[in-house]
């Protein structure tokens, strides 16, 4: 496994203080694992980034990627939704991703992830 992608809820519980999401982020940090942000996750989590002062800072850490939405990775999301009968884009983007670069999801809700992706890795928070 390569890290973690994480989801809008995995952001959320982040954005909370939770506690299983800060000692899963310190576990990556510590065996250098790096951590994927899908833009449409980030943009499902983050309302007001002067207030989710977690959030903006995890943002920035080394090891932390932010996952555009561009038009190459739009096209794979709409064929995935396309394969699979669903229709929530940024479920799609963040499983597109996960696959990507080979790393597990971190969701708080990972049904809807694994009617994309049956076979997904999954840490549920």
Do not use: K, Y
């Amino acid at each position: 496994m390569n890290g973690f992608t994480f989801d809008a809820g995995a952001l959320i519980a982040l954005d909370r203080d939770d506690r299983r999401v800060l000692l899963l982020i310190a576990a990556a940090a510590e065996r250098r694992l790096s951590i994927t942000i899908p833009a449409t996750a980030l943009a499902q989590a983050i309302r007001l980034p002067v207030r989710q002062v977690r959030l903006t800072r995890f943002m920035r850490q080394p090891g932390v990627r932010i996952a555009t939405l561009d038009g190459p990775a739009a096209t794979a999301v709409g064929r995935l939704l396309a394969l699979t009968r669903t229709s929530d884009i940024a479920d799609a983007h963040v499983v597109l991703c996960a696959r990507r670069a080979g790393q597990a999801v971190v969701t708080s809700d990972p049904r809807d992830l694994r009617r994309i992706d049956p076979s997904l890795t999954v840490v549920e928070l």
